[in-house]
């Protein structure tokens, strides 16, 4: 049996079977002239939907390398801010042990009060550093409140307790600021177990007591309470010199820890994992404190350090009252400069992990890079040979095309 093909399906078939190729053909063009693989979704559903995953990963990591870069200058501008603070901070110490020079006298020491209190306007400025955008570094999430205002006992602070934290990574979140309580506020007094003072009432009693900072020999038998050392002198009689004892009293517990001690300048008083010393001459009733360390905003330190230098002098009850004066002003500086330099190692900490995280990074970047390449980039020397074929083929089916439409019986007439 002959089966006749009408000549409309020889015409038909041919131009779908040249459609086909030429689409083939124009395909391959277009990985060509663009160097990918998958051009649309169609051409590798697959890889297009792995290709859109790594993509969205590729562009967070981008994303994180800016919040970086962001996280990286703030942190800078802080560590900067706080070594002008250490900078100014070894200044006052080194004023300190300025002002007990026994030959200064009232002016000497009212120049060096003022130039004190100049050096705590630059402090103050230092608290209240902005970035560029003008956001206050230190008031924590407050960033438009200016976070000190100065007061009569130092600074009062207006910001709050919170840290920014910028997303530097898929799983890391990282501090970017430090607020001003933690650096200026939060520093610890004394020997950072208790802190010993004077009471003011011995220099009127005509006291010349001076009290050390003093040291702590058991910590295990620390038990943080609040004692006073309370001084009795004897005077002299015919026959009998002048006696000076002293007792410990525990206030926090209400009972003696030592009675009738006698006192000997510069001897070692240890009581309950604790010691300290006392020099000079105590008067009849002086009392010198010793209690737990708390924290202290340095501005009150140094405040009370100016108020000190410009105190009455010219009496051996003011020269003590001034050398204790000056011991705790600078063991309290002492702290607060310990404390700015570990804020200071922790801002270095997180500027160190900032650059490993960049590093991390662009590993990362790098094999997002290649995962993308593989999924959806060209191989150009198999495209080129495919697209050389394709048009060979195309061209071989045109010509044969047209030799088939070129049959008529017409033409054997």
Do not use: W
């Not at 051409?43 to 939907?49: I, Q, R």
């Not at 919040?67 to 200058?73: F, I, L, V």
């Not at 703030?74 to 300025?98: G, M, P, R």
């Not at 001459?281 to 100016?306: C, R, W, Y």
Request: proline letters at 4%; a negative charge; hydrophobic letters at 35%.
């Amino acid at each position: 049996m002959v089966m006749r093909i009408a000549t409309k399906t020889l015409y038909d078939n041919g131009v779908s079977q040249l459609n086909t190729l030429q689409g083939q053909l124009q395909r391959t063009q277009m990985q060509l002239s663009t160097g990918r693989r998958v051009v649309t979704p169609s051409d590798d559903p697959v890889a297009s939907a792995r290709a859109l995953e790594v993509s969205q990963s590729k562009e967070m990591n981008t994303q994180y390398v800016t919040n970086r870069s962001n996280a990286k200058a703030s942190l800078s501008l802080v560590d900067n801010t706080l070594a002008s603070t250490d900078d100014l901070l070894q200044e006052v110490k080194s004023k300190i042990v300025a002002a007990g020079n026994p030959a200064f006298t009232m002016a000497d020491r009212e120049a060096l009060a003022k130039e004190l209190d100049g050096r705590l306007e630059d402090l103050l400025g230092q608290a209240n550093a902005t970035d560029g955008s003008g956001a206050y570094l230190f008031s924590g999430y407050k960033s438009d409140i200016q976070p000190f205002t100065r007061s009569a006992t130092g600074a009062t602070y207006n910001g709050d307790q919170g840290q920014r934290d910028l997303q530097v990574a898929s799983s890391r979140k990282l501090a970017i600021s430090e607020t001003g309580s933690t650096i200026f506020e939060s520093n610890i007094t004394g020997n950072g177990t208790f802190q010993t003072s004077v009471d003011p009432n011995n220099y009127t009693r005509g006291g010349t007591g001076i009290i050390s900072p003093g040291v702590v020999k058991n910590p295990a038998a620390v038990t943080g309470h609040n004692y006073t050392l309370n001084f009795t002198v004897v005077p002299a009689a015919p026959g009998v010199p002048a006696a000076t004892t002293y007792t410990v009293n525990d206030v926090t517990s209400g009972t003696a820890v030592a009675t009738g001690v006698p006192y000997v300048a510069g001897q070692p008083i240890a009581f309950d994992g604790i010691q300290m010393d006392v020099s000079g001459v105590p008067a009849n009733g002086d009392v010198f404190n010793v209690d737990p360390s708390k924290n202290q905003s340095v501005f009150e330190t140094m405040t009370t350090l100016i108020a000190a230098l410009r105190g009455p002098a010219g009496s051996p009850q003011a020269g003590a009252g001034l050398t204790n004066a000056l011991n705790l002003a600078n063991q309290n500086i002492t702290n607060a400069l310990d404390n700015t330099l570990s804020v200071r190692a922790s801002v270095g900490a997180r500027l160190s992990e900032l650059d490993h995280l960049d590093s991390a990074g662009d590993d990362l970047n790098l094999q997002y890079s290649s995962q993308l390449s593989d999924l959806v980039d060209l191989d150009p020397v198999e495209a080129i040979s495919r697209f050389t074929q394709q048009q060979t083929t195309l061209e071989a089916a045109q010509k044969s095309y047209k030799a088939l439409t070129g049959l008529s019986l017409f033409n054997l007439i």
